[in-house]
């Protein structure tokens, strides 16, 4: 959840403070109380976000899509999840109590409990195979005697609602629907809002599948809010049993079931050999293991939480987060598909990124530039910000630097969508100087005064690429020269009217109305500390030296000096942010990021938007998946590099491959 408040921005005449006399609303989130550490997982087509921590619950699965513009999710209700095991050895529930973790692969989640009066030890495994529509739930227990036993395998469920989630999440109302699947003898279960928006059906690797409460043979179905619980299980006779439950997702009952038939047709064993060898071929080494566990577990969560299918269309959609512990879930925001994102994605798998780009380029462009979009390209949440503009260009050419794939550029829809971006970049110049305004800052609040330094840092390095790639991408040559022209006014337009005298010296400002007010500030989603990455400046700059320093200094409000972890943060969320590890990981402050990244514990290790600057846990934003992108590009790029070569504390630049 957001919060709408009121506040005053400092400011000042050629750096010195002075109060705007225009209020700000601030679209802020909520403080994460008591957060809970999950082990989400999940495939292009289906999201696990609440697995665990407790008795192997699963509750929450959900998938995209178009005709919901969001996430359709199957809850459990209050206390219950939709989904945790049911073991019994010789007639006896086995209890399952405290749950011990790992990840296989950095992306699967295995539990394993003991219950000590039956001496049973169950292990349970979750995993979503990629290229398939569904997700395996694998159950294996053995006493330790290992004496032959009676087991009974299965899971219990309770279905509470379903959830549309775009943002925030809301009640479907309209019919929940359960019945036992002939071919499968286990539960299918659809949701009916009028026609059918999504389903979820399961088989298993044994046989007969005994089925009890709401999902037996008769079935049943409801319009009302009442849960609907049922459970589902198999014998295995000997010394430990081993039983898989196939989940298969897909747009009504029919293909829901097939889709289960399928996965178990296939088997667990291949289905899981299979989805660790593509984890494997996509894992990035780095020398500290501890390093690459962060990197890997948050370039996996960023690769299937902030993009995936659609389950009615199957087309790709680009969003800040499949989970909806995020506050803004479920939405486009070109800054974080292409500027976050993407370079996360390029590190994993360069084709995905450039499916990435043509989507960007064609369902997005219509509103380049506007603060959020629905996943189907339309407006959801209004107000222009610059850096949302530039990131087309900026994420193309970071691309083409990573890849050299020029035919991107002949590609129709990119070809289109470069046409329009680059229109809209004089709707915002000022009427005499060479500099673009904007509504917001990368923050997402209100900007004080409408020229950013950042942001027309990110413009110059834009219209620079326009002008090297207009021929090749078929822009008009007088649109072309219009871009080398500027280009370089704008970089000139950032030292003439957006340094300003600084309590450490010169420095960069952080914006300006270019009638002689200029703003001291930074903040971490957009912060001055990239613009040496971005090439704006050499990193000895003393300019940007005396910026960053400036960042990092008391002078600073929103750094915290003597905390355990004195990151930076902002108005937005006063605590350190995430995002300001990453920009210094990229500004040369290596040795503080990854003091950071191994001993605050975020979120469960994945990237966050704030955490508490003395425990280090999440404050807010909660399993933010774009950022999640580009903090393990980030790590990559300060202790990674050419076969593992940077010096720690090293600068890299945008232009390193």
Request: net charge neutral; proline share 8%; hydrophobic share 40%.
């Amino acid at each position: 959840m957001s919060t709408l408040t009121i506040s005053r921005v400092s400011t000042g005449r050629e750096g010195r403070t002075a109060m705007s006399d225009k209020p700000r609303l601030l679209t802020v989130p909520e403080e994460v109380d008591r957060p809970v550490t999950v082990f989400p997982t999940g495939n292009e087509y289906v999201s696990l976000p609440l697995v665990g921590p407790a008795a192997g619950a699963v509750d929450r699965p959900n998938c995209l899509s178009l005709a919901a513009t969001g996430l359709v999710e199957f809850a459990g209700a209050p206390g219950e999840p939709l989904l945790r095991p049911r073991i019994e050895v010789d007639g006896k529930p086995v209890a399952l109590g405290a749950c011990t973790w790992e990840r296989l692969d950095h992306w699967l989640p295995r539990f394993r409990a003991t219950d000590p009066r039956t001496r049973v030890t169950v292990e349970g495994t979750v995993f979503a195979p990629p290229g398939h529509k569904g997700f395996v739930y694998l159950l294996e227990a053995w006493c330790m005697e290992g004496k032959p036993r009676s087991w009974r395998v299965g899971l219990d469920g309770c279905w509470g609602e379903t959830l549309q989630t775009i943002y925030t999440s809301r009640r479907v109302h309209g019919a929940r629907a359960i019945r036992r699947d002939r071919w499968t003898g286990a539960p299918v279960l659809e949701s009916r809002p009028g026609v059918a928006l999504a389903a979820l059906g399961f088989a298993s690797s044994a046989s007969p599948i005994e089925c009890r409460g709401d999902g037996g043979a008769e079935g049943r179905e409801l319009a009302g809010e009442q849960p609907l619980r049922f459970g589902f299980s198999v014998t295995s006779p000997g010394p430990r049993a081993t039983v898989a439950f196939y989940a298969g997702v897909n747009r009504d009952g029919d293909g829901a079931r097939t889709t289960a038939v399928d996965l178990a047709r296939r088997g667990w064993q291949r289905l899981l050999a299979d989805t660790r060898e593509w984890l494997s071929r996509r894992t990035t080494p780095l020398s500290d293991p501890a390093l690459a566990r962060v990197l890997n577990l948050n370039g996996f969560f960023n690769y299937f939480y902030a993009l995936g299918q659609t389950i009615d269309s199957e087309d790709l959609v680009l969003i800040t987060s499949r989970s909806p512990l995020y506050y803004v879930s479920a939405a486009f925001w070109a800054r974080d598909a292409l500027l976050w994102s993407l370079p996360g994605v390029l590190l994993l798998d360069p084709g995905r990124a450039r499916d990435m780009l043509v989507t960007a380029f064609t369902r997005y462009r219509r509103h380049a530039g506007i603060h959020s979009l629905y996943l189907d390209g339309s407006l959801l949440y209004p107000g222009f910000e610059l850096d949302e503009l530039a990131a087309y260009p900026v994420a193309l050419q970071r691309y083409l630097l990573a890849t050299g794939d020029r035919g991107i550029l002949q590609d129709r829809g990119v070809r289109e969508g470069l046409a329009h971006v680059e229109s809209r970049f004089w709707e915002w110049r000022h009427p005499q100087v060479d500099l673009f305004g904007t509504m917001l800052c990368p923050s997402d609040d209100p900007a004080t005064y409408p020229y950013l330094t950042y942001d027309n840092a990110l413009a110059w390095r834009a219209l620079a690429f326009l002008a090297q790639v207009g021929g090749e991408a078929g822009l008009p040559d007088e649109v072309i020269q219009r871009c080398r022209r500027t280009a370089p006014r704008v970089r000139q337009a950032i030292y003439e009217h957006l340094v300003v005298d600084g309590p450490l010296g010169p420095m960069f400002a952080w914006s300006a109305d270019l009638q002689g007010n200029r703003e001291i500030y930074d903040e971490p989603p957009g912060s001055l500390q990239l613009l040496a990455y971005y090439g704006l400046c050499e990193p000895a700059d003393p300019v940007y030296r005396n910026t960053v320093n400036w960042i990092h200094s008391p002078h600073n409000p929103h750094h915290y000096p003597g905390a355990r972890f004195a990151e930076v943060g902002c108005p937005h969320a006063d605590h350190p942010f995430v995002m300001g590890v990453f920009n210094s990981l990229l500004s040369g402050r290596s040795d503080i990021a990854r003091d950071i990244l191994l001993n605050a514990p975020l979120d469960g290790g994945l990237a966050c938007e704030s955490f508490d600057r003395d425990t280090g846990v999440v404050k807010t934003g909660q399993a933010f998946a774009t950022c999640a992108g580009f903090l393990a590009y980030a790590i990559h790029k300060a202790f990674g590099g050419p076969a593992g070569s940077r010096r720690p504390g090293a600068e890299p630049t945008f232009w390193e491959g």
